[in-house]
């Protein structure tokens, strides 16, 4: 059983940066792929980022390219997401994933465990 617990959701102005931390439990944490993915209201599920069980490989979804970075710390168990020039569309909850493999995947189904997710806001 995995725990992922999110945190640095908030509410910042449009250009704005913020930056998401996802805590995880468990043992071998360098061994799976970690992703990030957000649901705004009304709509999907639409994949963020996701990074190796290395750290080595990562992918972006195509309208956050550029501006997020995903990076983790496998010594500390955690993954981040920092995100940078936001705009009101980047407004959503973002939840953090545990993948079920070591490379990254921009598929929701292969990840076996989720966070609560944390409330990012983008004010115009």
């Known amino acids: 059983q995995v725990q992922l617990v999110e945190s640095g959701g908030g509410l910042v102005q449009t250009g704005g940066s913020l930056r998401l931390s996802c805590a995880a439990s468990?043992?071998?944490?360098?061994?799976?792929?970690m992703g990030w993915f957000r649901q705004a209201p009304g709509k999907e599920r639409e994949f963020v980022a996701a990074i190796s069980g290395s750290g080595r490989s990562t992918s972006y979804g195509d309208v956050v390219k550029g501006r997020f970075i995903i990076s983790r710390e496998n010594a500390k168990n955690t993954v981040y997401l920092q995100m940078r020039s936001l705009k009101p569309e980047d407004t959503a909850v973002y939840y953090c994933?545990?993948?079920?493999?070591?490379?990254?995947?921009?598929?929701?189904?292969?990840?076996?465990?989720w966070g609560q997710g944390t409330q990012v806001t983008v004010s115009s």
């Open positions: 468990g043992r071998s944490f360098g061994s799976y792929g």
């Open positions: 994933a545990h993948r079920s493999g070591f490379s990254d995947s921009d598929d929701s189904t292969a990840y076996d465990y």
